[in-house]
Every structure is written in structure tokens, then in C-alpha cells.
Nanobody
Framework: QVQLVESGGKLVQVGASLRLSCAAS????????MGWFRQTPGKERDFVAA????????YYTDSGKGRFTISRDSTKNTLYLQMNSLKPEDTAVYYC???????????????WGQGTQVTVSS
């Protein structure tokens, strides 16, 4: 079983950059496709970005393309999300998750972190 712990969320100003981290324990992340999701109060959890097991492919929601970069460091067993040019609509709780299935199939993500709050103030 994989335990995931996110960090790096905080209050920032519009246009700022932020890097979220997701540290894994229990198992190596190399056996999983990994993703970032976000959720605001009263709404469903939305896909943000995903990366395949070997890092060979990445996927982004339209709102994140060109601003967000997902990456993984196997030596640190950690997943990252670099977010640039942040907007107020990026405000949400961000979750990392691990999947043994397809990277873009949200229902396949079996292991989830507790979330980290990102607030973008105008």
C-alpha cells in the first residue's frame, strides 16, 4: 500500500508560482501512474495533471497547459506539480493520487493524499 503526503500549498498572489510536492512511502511510485487533482467546496474533484509510470507522457487539463508542469523523481519517490502564473480560479485543495490503471481514468486512482490548500489572492 502507498501512503501519499502533499505539501507546498499556501496563500499566494495572482501571477505567483508554487511547487507542490507529494512524498510517497510504503512502496515505490515507479509502479504507478500518478496524478494531481483539485477540489473546491461544493464541487467535484477535478483532474489537473497526470504522468505515466516512466514519466514518458504527461497530460494536463486545458486550464493548466502551458502553466503547470507535472514531474516525478524516482530517487526521492516524490511527485511534483510546478504551477506558474497562478490565477484566483486555481484556488483549491490539491490532491495527489496513484493509479495502477490508465493515467487518465480518475476511477482508477486508488491511493490518495490528504490534500494541500492553495489560495490565490487578487
Amino acid at each position: 500500500q502507498v501512503q501519499l503526503v502533499e505539501s507546498g500549498g499556501k496563500l499566494v498572489q495572482v501571477g505567483a508560482s508554487l511547487r507542490l510536492s507529494c512524498a510517497a512511502s510504503g512502496r515505490t511510485l515507479s509502479g504507478y501512474n500518478m496524478g494531481w487533482f483539485r477540489q473546491t467546496p461544493g464541487k467535484e474533484r477535478d483532474f489537473v495533471a497526470a504522468i505515466t509510470k516512466n514519466g514518458g507522457a504527461t497530460y494536463y487539463t486545458d486550464s493548466g497547459k502551458g502553466r503547470f508542469t507535472i514531474s516525478r523523481d524516482s530517487t526521492k519517490n516524490t511527485l511534483y506539480l510546478q504551477m506558474n502564473s497562478l490565477k484566483p480560479e486555481d484556488t483549491a485543495v490539491y490532491y495527489c493520487a496513484a493509479s495502477e490503471g490508465a493515467a487518465l481514468l480518475q476511477s482508477g486512482y486508488k491511493y490518495w493524499g490528504q490534500g494541500t490548500q492553495v489560495t490565490v489572492s487578487s
